[in-house]
């Protein structure tokens, strides 16, 4: 037995368009181009107050924020993949994953020309993610009671029967598996601003894109002790909600994660999703599509390399290594060449090259008045 693909019939339909082959949308007045910003959210879980923190813990839903929390970016993906069957044309967009202050993810994104509002918010609210797997509502191993690994049967058992426990190909059977466990969906709030390349306001929602995870971890000084056990509650939920097939934490509910293996110890997973700093979020933080900047990795090389060695040219420093472009003519080593030196001696030598490049364009940051070394992360400065 297969699992059906077919939408869910509580979900609004979605149209269907013919994808034409170009990522831009058309242009006004003969040479505007517009772009939209956008924020999606998640659902509410409870009342909040100013800093962020449930007016009231025992009625916020923490179970359902870290369940959606896990499978965001999975969500994320799907709008994009609705949007581009949606809109006719290869959208192309800039994003950033980010948790706000209450500690759910939420996605800023900057996407190549315009689409109207009302489609944008009809793509979200028809936009889900079903999480196919087996149910985690109740914990059956807790404490020193944990499942063990038995090397006759290659896998888990029961502490006490000495009975395998379910294996992940068993638990999601189609035949024993009809319902999702969990439908994760956006929140109501859509945010849709319409921006031109180098205005002011196109600044200000670039500073969207690059906001710090720290206070909404609970990592501020700042936060108040309310925010800290929002926190707190909310790490914890993460902490026993599995994060992927491949999780640990699935022994706590009597059943094998994929692929299980002896080093696994029963609760504990070294996922991101579960550190207290990532509050869920697992997956990437900065997301750009393909064919955002219509350029291959080898041209985005090329461009590094030549803004180095202008640079360098600036502030008059003559490179410690010798530039040579080519041209080259590149062949496979095999087995036995004579003139291939070994990998040991090709690693260090490599190593060594990074080096001094790093070397000489620290030299250059410094008589540029620049700190070398300095942290210019998308995301981990504070938003403007």
């Not at 706000?100 to 020309?113: N, T």
């Not at 196109?202 to 690059?210: D, N, V």
Request: charged letters at 30%; hydrophobic letters at 35%.
């Amino acid at each position: 037995m297969t699992r059906s693909t077919r939408r869910r019939q509580d979900a609004p339909n979605l149209p269907r368009r013919r994808v034409e082959n170009r990522t831009l949308r058309q242009v006004y007045g003969g040479r505007y181009r517009p772009s939209t910003f956008l924020m999606l959210t998640l659902d509410s879980y409870g009342r909040v107050d100013a800093d962020s923190a449930a007016l009231d813990p025992d009625a916020y839903d923490y179970r359902r924020a870290a369940r959606d929390a896990i499978p965001f970016p999975r969500l994320v993906d799907r709008f994009w993949q609705n949007t581009r069957r949606c809109v006719g044309w290869d959208v192309q967009y800039f994003g950033t994953v980010e948790p706000q202050k209450r500690g759910a993810p939420h996605l800023h994104a900057a996407i190549r020309g315009t689409i109207p509002r009302t489609e944008l918010r009809a793509l979200v609210a028809a936009t889900y993610h079903q999480v196919w797997w087996p149910p985690h509502d109740e914990l059956r191993y807790t404490g020193d009671r944990l499942p063990r690994w038995d090397d006759q049967v290659k896998g888990f058992v029961d502490p006490d029967t000495r009975e395998p426990l379910p294996t992940w190909e068993q638990a999601t059977d189609p035949d024993v598996l009809p319902e999702p466990a969990h439908t994760v969906t956006f929140g109501a709030q859509v945010h849709v601003k319409g921006i031109l390349g180098g205005t002011e306001e196109a600044g200000r929602r670039i500073g969207y894109l690059t906001k710090s995870i720290g206070q909404a971890a609970g990592l501020d000084d700042t936060t108040s002790a309310r925010k800290r056990e929002h926190v707190r509650r909310l790490t914890a939920e993460l902490a026993v909600t599995p994060c992927s097939p491949r999780c640990a934490i699935w022994l706590l509910y009597g059943i094998q994660p994929k692929g299980a293996r002896l080093s696994m110890t029963s609760g504990r997973c070294k996922g991101k999703a579960h550190r207290p700093e990532h509050l869920g979020i697992a997956g990437r933080r900065v997301l750009v599509s393909r064919k955002w900047s219509n350029k291959s990795l080898t041209d985005h090389r090329a461009e590094r390399a030549e803004f180095v060695r202008q640079l360098l040219a600036r502030a008059g420093i003559q490179p410690a290594h010798a530039v040579d472009d080519g041209p080259f003519e590149w062949e496979r080593t095999r087995p036995g060449d004579t003139d291939v030196p070994p990998r040991p001696v090709l690693l260090l030598h490599a190593i060594h090259q990074r080096q001094r490049w790093r070397a000489d364009y620290d030299a250059a940051l410094l008589t540029a008045g620049e700190p070398p070394h300095q942290n210019r992360s998308a995301t981990e400065s504070e938003a403007a």
